[in-house]
């Protein structure tokens, strides 16, 4: 066996009640990220814009106790229904592939990502817990990311279409 040399999977799939654009946006934003993603400790220097092909970003993570610098470049991008990113860091890397489909007035949010540890988090002590771990932040992640943009769509959405009864509103003014 080659240490470092083991592609891992992780996918899951989650509805969120927000418009695919808001969760893509949300997505495609790395200033957005430390609001949701679990294991981000914080962000770097980040070039073009949100979203856009060929834009890129560093993220801070933390993985194992080890701080591991991670840099992205948006590959893939068709808002709202696709995002792509590819990490790279010392000695490993990521895919991480997220498809957003519409589903009763909110989203399908589809996630898959592949990637390989940095050799020294893999011979490390911890190295036979971190796919658990990793797997189990993954899940809290978009756990997470439903929460903000569910949040989000519910402010959003407030005062739309509702009739208002205060001081000021035709039904208060016509009760006067």
Do not use: C
């Not at 969760?23 to 790395?30: E, G």
């Amino acid at each position: 066996m080659v240490w470092g040399a083991t592609v891992s999977h992780l996918s899951t799939t989650i509805r969120v009640e927000a418009s695919p654009e808001a969760v893509f946006d949300l997505i495609a934003d790395p200033t957005r990220a430390p609001e949701w993603q679990t294991l981000l400790a914080e962000m770097g220097e980040i070039s073009g814009r949100p979203g856009g092909v060929g834009s890129s970003y560093i993220g801070y993570y933390r993985v194992a106790g080890r701080r591991i610098e991670g840099r992205f470049v948006v590959t893939a991008a068709e808002r709202p229904r696709l995002h792509q990113a590819t990490v790279t860091t010392r000695g490993g890397w990521t895919r991480w592939t997220t498809y957003i489909d519409t589903a009763d007035g909110g989203s399908e949010v589809r996630v898959a990502l592949e990637y390989e540890l940095p050799g020294e988090i893999v011979r490390s002590v911890l190295g036979m817990l971190t796919g658990t771990r990793i797997q189990r932040a993954f899940h809290r992640t978009y756990l997470n990311l439903k929460r903000v943009a569910e949040a989000e769509a519910a402010r959003a959405g407030a005062g739309h279409g509702q009739i208002v009864d205060g001081p000021g509103s035709a039904a208060h003014i016509g009760a006067e």
